[in-house]
């Protein structure tokens, strides 16, 4: 049985927003305009983060917070992987090759993925057709 409503399309496009705010924010640290990269990392939603995380996004946000150029885009070169490059692919919430996906991109299909198989589960089970029994009459 294939579920598609509009809230899984809502949700892909969401993801392609996010991911091309993350590209934006990318290519304005690669070009030095730290204004631009604030913004961008401002327009994807991704939400503060504590000054003792250190993980890259922890750290592009405090070195954004700071005006710290150098440190920004140390932290999106981490952020982006060996290669350097940010996904510029659209986000696709089927998996595919994950030889050929930077980590960003198996994060989404991921979430997508849950998120379409909860969507699935609370339908069927609205239907009765999932874990829950229907008992009646």
Excluded: C
């Excluded at 991911?19 to 290519?27: D, G, I, P, V």
């Excluded at 504590?50 to 405090?62: D, E, F, I, K």
């Excluded at 379409?116 to 609370?122: F, L, P």
């Amino acid at each position: 049985m294939a579920v598609n409503t509009i809230g899984q399309s809502t949700y892909a496009s969401g993801l392609q927003q996010k991911q091309q705010n993350m590209n934006n924010m990318f290519s304005a640290l690669k070009s030095g305009d730290m204004a631009s990269a604030q913004k961008a990392y401002a327009a994807s939603g991704l939400p503060p983060q504590a000054t003792n995380n250190t993980s890259p996004l922890g750290r592009l946000y405090q070195a954004l917070r700071h005006e710290d150029l150098a440190g920004a885009q140390k932290a999106a070169l981490d952020m982006q992987g060996k290669s350097g490059k940010s996904a510029s692919t659209p986000v696709n919430p089927t998996p595919s090759n994950s030889n050929t996906q930077t980590p960003a991109q198996k994060t989404a299909a991921a979430l997508a993925q849950a998120s379409i198989k909860a969507q699935q589960s609370s339908i069927l089970a609205m239907l009765g057709q999932g874990t829950n029994v229907n008992t009646w009459g």
